[in-house]
């Protein structure tokens, strides 16, 4: 079943938080192949936006994050950055609000293993990135807590 587009109530009252706003401002009626771009010129950034979604434009959204670190199509200097924000990204969310990942979580549990089994592929630097196995475990041990799995 594909998902649709969030639509302004999806965003809730994204006015009234100034990061709900801004992320409204980028991503608001965009398609996740659209976002692709986006997510290319400046992940973290584009990152950070996903972090202060509301719930519904939050899963849209992350499976379109999760569709653009599968595919691959970042420049190789991105890559370490676009590996840590997705695996941070999952981790976070599941710390702070569950609820939000949780009923897309199956869909991007299998990336995140990727991510951690191939760190060195990314260039991600444990002494920078920290040990992305060590990060896999609490996303697995924070599921499982949060009631998936």
């Not at 379109?64 to 590996?83: C, I, N």
Request: a negative charge; aromatic letters at 14%.
């Amino acid at each position: 079943m594909e998902i649709e587009i969030p639509t302004e109530t999806d965003w809730e009252e994204y006015w009234a938080d100034l990061d709900q706003r801004d992320a409204y401002e980028v991503f608001y009626g965009r398609t996740n192949a659209e976002m692709h771009k986006e997510f290319r010129k400046y992940v973290t950034g584009r990152t950070t936006d996903l972090r202060f979604m509301p719930a519904i434009p939050f899963r849209y959204y992350m499976l379109g994050f999760k569709d653009f670190v599968v595919s691959s199509r970042f420049d190789e200097l991105d890559a370490p950055d676009v590996a840590n924000c997705y695996i941070s990204l999952v981790e976070d969310k599941l710390k702070d609000a569950p609820e939000h990942i949780l009923p897309i979580f199956d869909k991007l549990l299998g990336t995140a293993e990727y991510i951690a089994n191939h760190q060195d592929d990314y260039g991600a630097s444990v002494h920078i990135y920290g040990d992305f196995q060590d990060k896999l475990t609490l996303i697995k041990e924070l599921a499982r807590k949060a009631g998936s799995g």
